[in-house]
């Protein structure tokens, strides 16, 4: 049994009554490759679709993505030994059924992403150039513009959006909470969605969209985090709003740190990514000394799935007092770098390294969700009507530790398979039921206090200690409130919902799996952990629940 914490989050928000309504069959909350792929398979099959983004349609984290989309499209790879791999990863905690799922339906996928437009890269005898990144066998990623593979299948999609007219988009709109026809233990389901929209004509300020479905495609938590490679629209919203609308939250607590991230003093924020590809092209890493300290750490040394790289490079930097370690690409050459790397390059230029030259120095990082709003096989969540897909969803692809590349490929495949059957499944036109909604906006200017302790006691490293510092200082701050409805407050709120959730889920599995690094419980303990934390919430409360599941990787590590 597991004595779960409740806590007190701010519940059900106050917003302004609507200052608008309008009706659509369906909104689509987020414009990365999940929100954009599920708007465009939805086109014919559904009268009116409504895509809402909180920025501008490119400004999430899709666009940001440099390795690639992961497949088994090459002559030596197949579906099988990518399911191994992203298995392994997973440390025990994916879901088998949805890891077949996406490398069996994964290769379709990208021809038709393909088909769609995208430019991949291809050999000098064209054929389509596929690489390597951490934990993978074979050679399976596909990637675009060398390092710009994310930007390519943006433009792609929003190309083909602007191609439909029938599909609505609506940008600079935050999704305050979702509404409901009724009480969920009554059969109530999705009805609508309020947005707070700054500056899109007749549509500015509060207003409510009554719907019979929505698709949660908003993307991660990053912002939870103090330094994270995460865009500034990463503040966990889709996650927020599922909860405090009913949805169960599943496997918070596997945050990964990406190990790569270029190192810049004393900078907070999003921070420049340096791919997993350079080291898949034969870039290593070495500490202040000189010493490659991944070679017997695992078969694949600089390789290895990035939780073991990324608590690597934060034990070296915590046995020699150094805040970062360096990664070493002088090897590939000029040419190789502008060819290959040029947005990196570009990058890392612009903060005064030359990695043609110079060593870079990089060190772990906030970069992606494995959990989210748990779903099924077809995106559904426990909210009748409502569907999550891409990082805000848990789908159960990545387990304890998203394999890389897995996360273009996991929202791609999963957003087709909720076009299948959604069509089927709308909810009779309703008027949302008002409910009793009480106050509980956190003040926007408490963002930045939270973001540090949640770096310092919740992230690559965790221990009961800091994690409880972490749990007493997120108490204090749910107490305070803010004097504005603003999107500030509302996007500190959702963090604070969500930073609440995974720190009592961190806190609780007391071993070590994947990206969940105790330094108090090192090991990882089938006996006890081998399953998944749920959370949910109920009249502002939040709870968890351990379902317990045998171990999926069948014990291969
Ligand atoms: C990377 O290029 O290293 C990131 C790719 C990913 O997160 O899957």
């Known amino acids: 049994m597991v004595d779960a914490p409740v806590r007190r989050v701010p519940g059900r928000l106050t917003a302004p009554p609507p200052g608008w309504t309008t009706t659509s069959d369906v909104v689509v909350i987020g414009s990365g490759i999940a929100g954009l792929t599920a708007a465009l398979r939805l086109r014919g099959q559904v009268d009116k679709i409504l895509v809402v983004t909180k920025d501008v349609l490119a400004a999430g984290s899709t666009q940001w993505a440099q390795g690639g989309i992961a497949a088994a499209l090459g002559p030596e790879d197949t579906p099988e030994q990518h399911e191994v791999d992203t298995l392994v990863a997973g440390a025990g905690a994916c879901d088998a059924e949805a890891v077949r799922i996406l490398v069996n339906e994964g290769p379709e996928a990208v021809r038709e992403l393909i088909a769609l437009g995208t430019k991949f890269d291809h050999s000098p005898d064209g054929e389509l150039s596929l690489t390597r990144e951490g934990g993978h066998h074979r050679d399976r990623i596909a990637h675009a513009g060398g390092d710009a593979t994310g930007a390519e299948i943006q433009r792609a999609l929003i190309a083909a959006i602007e191609q439909a007219p029938e599909i609505e988009v609506v940008q600079h709109a935050l999704a305050v909470d979702l509404l409901l026809d009724g009480p969920l233990e009554e059969g109530g389901g999705i009805a609508g969605v309020t ?114 790289v990324a608590k690597a490079i934060t034990r070296r930097m915590n046995e020699t007092g150094r805040p970062h370690m360096w990664l070493d690409a002088r090897h590939l050459g000029a040419a190789f770098w502008e060819r290959r790397f040029p947005t990196i390059l570009a990058t890392t230029r612009s903060h005064g390294i030359d990695p043609v030259t110079q060593l870079i120095p990089v060190a772990p990082a906030c970069h992606y969700a494995s959990g989210g709003v748990r779903t099924d096989l077809f995106g559904r969540t426990s909210v009748p009507g409502l569907y999550a897909t891409g990082e805000v969803a848990c789908s159960g692809v990545h387990g304890a530790n998203r394999l890389a590349s897995n996360s273009l490929l996991e929202g791609l495949v999963f957003s087709r398979r909720i076009a299948d059957v959604l069509p089927g499944e709308l909810r009779p036109p309703s008027v949302p039921a008002v409910d009793g909604r009480t106050a509980g906006l956190v003040p926007g200017a408490v963002r930045r206090e939270l973001q540090e302790v949640m770096t310092s006691r919740v992230g690559v490293l965790r221990n009961a200690e800091g994690l409880s510092d972490a749990a007493q200082l997120l108490d204090k701050l749910a107490g305070l409130r803010a004097d504005a409805v603003d999107q500030e407050s509302w996007e500190t709120t959702n963090l604070l919902t969500i930073s609440a959730a995974l720190t009592d889920a961190a806190a609780l599995r007391e071993e070590t799996r994947g990206s969940h690094w105790r330094e108090d419980f090192p090991e990882r303990d089938d006996a006890r952990w081998a399953g998944h934390f749920d959370v949910v919430m109920t009249d502002g409360e939040t709870t968890l629940r351990f379902d317990a599941e045998p171990a999926t990787d069948r014990g291969v590590s």
């Open 195 to 308: 947005l707070h929209v700054m500056g899109e004509g007749q549509r500015d300020g509060v207003g409510a969209v009554h719907c019979r479905a929505v698709v949660l495609a908003s993307g991660g938590l990053g912002q939870v985090f103090s330094q994270t490679t995460n865009p500034a629209v990463s503040t966990g919203d889709g996650m927020a709003v599922a909860l405090r609308a009913g949805a169960v939250l599943r496997d918070l607590e596997f945050v990964q740190f990406h190990p790569t991230v270029m190192y810049l003093p004393d900078s907070r924020g999003q921070q420049p990514l340096i791919s997993e590809a350079v080291r898949g092209e034969g870039a290593f890493l070495v500490d202040f000394e000189g010493n490659r300290f991944m070679q017997g750490v695992h078969e694949l040394a600089d390789l290895a799935p990035r939780d073991v």
